[in-house]
């Protein structure tokens, strides 16, 4: 049984920083891409930013230069930092993983609420 645990949302003003975790547990193989999406009220779920094993990172264009994906391997963990958050940038903020068990497939997080607001 495979488990992706999220932490590190809250409530933060504009031009503030956050850090999300999200660390998978259970037998684990490996772990292909991670990466993390966000889905504002009313509105659908959207692309953050993703990175593969090997290091290789994408971005959604509306926060290319404030936040950064990073990975742990050894701690089968994903990070989000963000900077210069926006009031635009609340949402619930869900980490997905593709990761190898017995099987290949995606699993989410539970998400966490950041919200931006003086």
């Known amino acids: 049984q495979v488990q992706l645990v999220e932490s590190g949302g809250g409530l933060v003003q504009p031009g503030g920083s956050l850090r999300l975790s999200c660390a998978a547990s259970g037998s684990i193989f490996s772990i292909d891409t991670m990466g993390w999406y966000r889905q504002a009220p009313g509105k659908q779920r959207e692309l953050v930013a993703t990175?593969?094993?090997?290091?290789?990172?994408n971005y959604a264009d509306s926060v290319k230069g404030r936040f950064t994906i990073s990975r742990d391997n050894a701690q089968n963990t994903v990070y989000l930092q963000m900077s210069s958050l926006k009031p635009e940038d609340t949402a619930v903020y869900y980490c997905?993983?593709?990761?190898?068990?017995?099987?290949?497939?995606?699993?989410w997080g539970q998400g966490t609420q950041v919200t931006v607001s003086s």
């Open positions: 990175i593969t094993r090997g290091g290789s990172t």
């Open positions: 997905k993983m593709t990761i190898v068990t017995t099987a290949r497939r995606v699993y």
